[in-house]
């Protein structure tokens, strides 16, 4: 279990292995096993439900977090001596400082129902490691990020107009909402990239 600097930095390492190991497969199902260039990543490959285009960047994107998820439930489990969430949805009320779980439930039957407007402004990271039982608190909040191309550096998503953190950027409210400090783990540079 997790209880020192040394297996901190085997747990960066493990997870950082699973960002690599997620590119690979990723890129072996669409490509054989070589990185899709610039102008494959822009490619338009499908439309969602609403219309809006999909492109290959997004689509290989998807897959990749469904890999590097899998491979990080194992680790985790192996090695965090506390819970952690993957994809828990939280609702997050700036002005109170109050934070909230969305059941995978009510979120799945919004998403059918195609009332995700009731999920606007809700924050869905990949990874929360809690540091006790408290599950609405973060020791460690942390997000794949899988830049296509993959000489594209890794970013934090920052929030568009239509969002309530307009301008913003993603780790900034990850940390505000939860406490606990947002890295980055991406298959080039690691775990614990920090944007300037």
Same mark, same amino acid.
């Given at each position: 279990m997790l209880q020192s600097h040394e297996a901190a930095g085997e747990l960066e390492a493990r997870l950082a292995k699973c960002a690599v190991q997620a590119e690979r497969r990723g890129? /072996?199902?669409? #490509?054989? @096993?070589? %990185? $899709? =260039?610039?102008?494959?990543?822009? !490619?338009?490959? !499908?439309? @969602? /439900?609403?219309? &809006? $285009?999909? =492109?290959? /960047?997004?689509?290989?994107?998807? &897959?990749k977090h469904v890999l590097a998820l899998e491979c990080a439930r194992e680790v985790l489990e192996a090695r965090w001596p506390a819970p952690f969430s993957i994809e828990q949805r939280y609702r997050y009320y700036p002005n109170a400082k109050v934070v909230e779980t969305i059941s995978r439930e009510k979120e799945a039957r919004l998403i059918a129902e195609d009332c995700t407007e009731e999920l606007r402004g809700t924050l869905k990271p990949d990874l929360v490691l809690h540091a006790d039982r408290n599950l609405l &608190? /973060?020791?460690?909040?942390? @997000? #794949?990020? #899988? +830049?296509? %191309? !993959? =000489?594209? +550096?890794p970013q934090w998503t920052i929030y568009r107009e239509s969002s309530p953190y307009a301008g913003r950027r993603q780790d900034g409210v990850y940390e505000e909402a939860l406490g606990g400090k947002a890295l980055m783990i991406s298959p080039r540079t690691g775990v614990g990239v920090k944007q300037p």
């Open positions: 890129n /072996a199902l669409f #490509f054989q @096993d070589r %990185p $899709p =260039t610039r102008a494959e990543c822009g !490619e338009v490959v !499908e439309q @969602d /439900a609403c219309g &809006k $285009p999909v =492109t290959r /960047a997004m689509q290989l994107g998807r &897959k &608190k /973060a020791a460690l909040i942390l @997000d #794949f990020k #899988f +830049p296509c %191309p !993959e =000489t594209n +550096p």
